[in-house]
């Protein structure tokens, strides 16, 4: 019965030190926990987890809610907690927490494979703790790259590429996979995009690429010409149009000029249909108020 759960939600509240709110988020990410029936076991199951994570059992609460599969691990195979995460990443508590809620396998790394020095790192870039943990989200094996090195990197390509630092950590976020290419590679799709597309600046031809990572390789200049004249003739709008579509839109460029004649005549052969199914409604109630 509902209130029968919502006492025991309450009484496991109370038990957790946690809000009933907090509680609900717990069991509705561990849904057998309302089957104890001695609720201090799940506090003891918390606690163990919470002494090596170094958090507190309210905190542990809202990390294995936010990961349930938190509860089924072992105390045993946690090596970095809260503590290990701030000294040796530079993290506040919270942003300890918060990567651990993003990625709890993060705390199954010992100590000493965490080198990325995010507290340090941010001012030398330009950029927020924020961009550089959804990096290390992302691609958790960048917590192990030495701070003065990824940071170099990312000067040294950015240079290289005419753009921040910043950009290419934006790169980075969204399709990691792209710093892997080789750099003559990037460089010239950017020449591509920016002189094709008319775009203001590297960063936003960086951006372009980010958008639609298939233009790395597929695109030459003429090719892009190309795929402009056909998104111009498929939508029956100038060229100029069309590249300021696909300025907008990257990936419009990476769909076949037959893919979009199909699907330009599917839209119009719809619309035509609804036009004459209205115009037959019109034309039926017209007769019958006659």
């Given amino acids: 019965p509902a209130e029968a759960v919502g006492a025991k939600v309450g009484a496991l509240a109370k038990e957790l030190g946690t809000d009933v709110a907090g509680a609900c988020a717990l069991v509705r990410g561990v849904p057998p926990i309302l089957g104890f ?3 201090n076991l799940v506090k003891d199951r918390l606690e163990a987890l919470g002494s090596k994570l170094g958090t507190s059992v309210p905190e542990t609460a809202g990390l294995v809610a936010a990961q349930p599969l ?10 970095s ?3 290990a995460l701030c000294e040796r990443m530079g993290l506040t508590r919270d942003q300890a927490l918060g990567l651990l809620r993003r990625v709890p396998v993060v705390a199954a790394l010992p100590p000493a494979q965490l080198a990325l020095d995010v507290g340090a790192l941010g001012p030398v870039l330009g950029c927020g703790p924020g961009a550089l943990l959804e990096l ?4 958790l094996p960048l917590a192990g790259v030495a701070g003065e090195v990824f940071g170099a990197g990312a000067t040294n390509l950015g ?9 290419v950590l934006a790169l980075a976020a969204t399709q990691p996979a792209l710093l892997a290419a080789q750099l003559p590679a990037i460089a010239g799709a950017l020449d591509t995009l920016q002189a094709g597309l008319g775009l203001a600046s590297r960063a936003d031809a960086l951006a372009a690429l980010a958008a639609a990572p298939g ?13 402009l004249e ?3 003739a498929a939508f029956q709008v100038s060229v100029a149009d069309a590249r300021a579509a696909a300025a907008a839109q990257p990936l419009a460029l990476l769909v ?11 839209l119009t052969a719809g619309a035509s249909s609804d036009a004459q199914g209205e115009g037959s409604s019109g034309s039926s109630s017209s007769g019958g108020l006659s």
């Fill in 215 to 227: 233009l790395l390789y597929e695109v030459s200049p003429a090719g892009l010409g190309e795929r």
């Fill in 70 to 79: 938190m509860w089924a691990v072992p105390p045993a195979h946690v090596q």
């Fill in 81 to 83: 907690g809260v503590p």
């Fill in 159 to 167: 240079a290289a590429l005419g753009v921040g630092p910043e950009a």
């Fill in 230 to 232: 056909a998104l111009a």
């Fill in 37 to 39: 029936n001695a609720l």
């Fill in 256 to 266: 076949s000029p037959a893919t979009l004649r199909a699907g330009v005549s599917r």
């Fill in 136 to 139: 290390v989200g992302r691609c």
